[in-house]
């Protein structure tokens, strides 16, 4: 069996398909005067495109082999090439472009709800993408859902077959735009995670535990609205 290289095991498929590079282009909808944050510069197709129309692009690169390729093949006076993981950083900008490495797709989520910009486009795997809009009760209900509906207005965009992509995945790819309602603290986050560990508890057990008494009657916290779910997570 051939052993996994090192961009494979870290979920990267390249996109390389003209087409639907040209519809995340026009999604995006970036304007000469904006500063765009990629995560992932992998082969560079999307970032060069992004050069072409923004003022500046700031794009990360976690990968060393990508990085100094990037570094060797892409030349444009307002690209910024980051060898480092974005998730771990802040970057200010005012969009956010990136198709997602799968394994990354939790992180990115959870990064965004703490930063500002006007908007993202982003690629990811249609299944992560589904719990995003997960409603309270749903088996799919995560602590991921109550951030993004908290955080973000969501508006699913379009599909990306499997052989949009080298090496294809074996799953199924969706491009979403998240637009930011309200951001929150990394505390916050935390604290959310915290509950939903707990999550087919009963909510008033949990909530009166963890010093933030109130009465939900029978709902366990996997039956709590966002709202609610946050509102608790600020008390406790």
């Known amino acids: 069996?051939?052993?996994?290289?090192?961009?494979?095991?870290?979920?990267?498929?390249?996109?390389?398909?003209?087409?639907?590079?040209?519809?995340?282009?026009?999604?995006?909808?970036?304007?000469?005067?904006?500063?765009?944050?990629?995560?992932?510069?992998?082969?560079?197709i999307l970032t060069t495109e992004l050069c072409k129309r923004a003022k500046k692009v700031v794009s990360y690169e976690v990968d060393r082999a990508l990085y100094a390729r990037a570094q060797a093949a892409l030349v444009f006076p307002n690209l910024e090439l980051v060898n480092a993981d974005l998730f771990k950083a802040n970057a200010e900008s005012d969009v956010f472009v990136s198709n997602l490495p799968y394994s990354r797709s939790r992180d990115a989520l959870e990064w965004l709800a703490v930063q500002k910009f006007s908007r993202a486009v982003v690629m990811m795997q249609k299944e992560f993408a589904g719990k995003l809009l997960t409603k309270p009760s749903d088996e799919n209900y995560r602590a991921v859902s109550v951030i993004a509906s908290h955080c973000f207005s969501i508006e699913l965009l379009f599909?990306?077959?499997?052989?949009?992509?080298?090496?294809?995945?074996?799953?199924?790819?969706?491009?979403?735009?998240?637009?930011?309602?309200?951001?929150?603290?990394?505390?916050?986050i935390k604290k959310v995670n915290r509950l939903f560990s707990q999550r087919n508890k009963k909510a008033s057990t949990v909530s009166a535990r963890l010093g933030a008494a109130k009465d939900y009657g029978d709902r366990r916290i996997d039956q709590l609205a966002p709202a609610e779910i946050v509102a608790l997570a600020e008390r406790i």
Request: charged residues 30%; proline residues 7%.
């Open 159 to 188: 599909d990306v077959g499997r052989d949009c992509f080298e090496p294809p995945p074996k799953v199924e790819s969706v491009v979403i735009r998240l637009v930011p309602k309200n951001t929150v603290t990394k505390e916050l």
């Open 1 to 44: 069996m051939p052993r996994r290289t090192k961009t494979q095991s870290l979920g990267q498929h390249f996109l390389a398909d003209r087409k639907v590079l040209a519809k995340i282009i026009d999604a995006s909808a970036v304007g000469k005067d904006e500063v765009v944050c990629e995560a992932g510069t992998g082969n560079g």
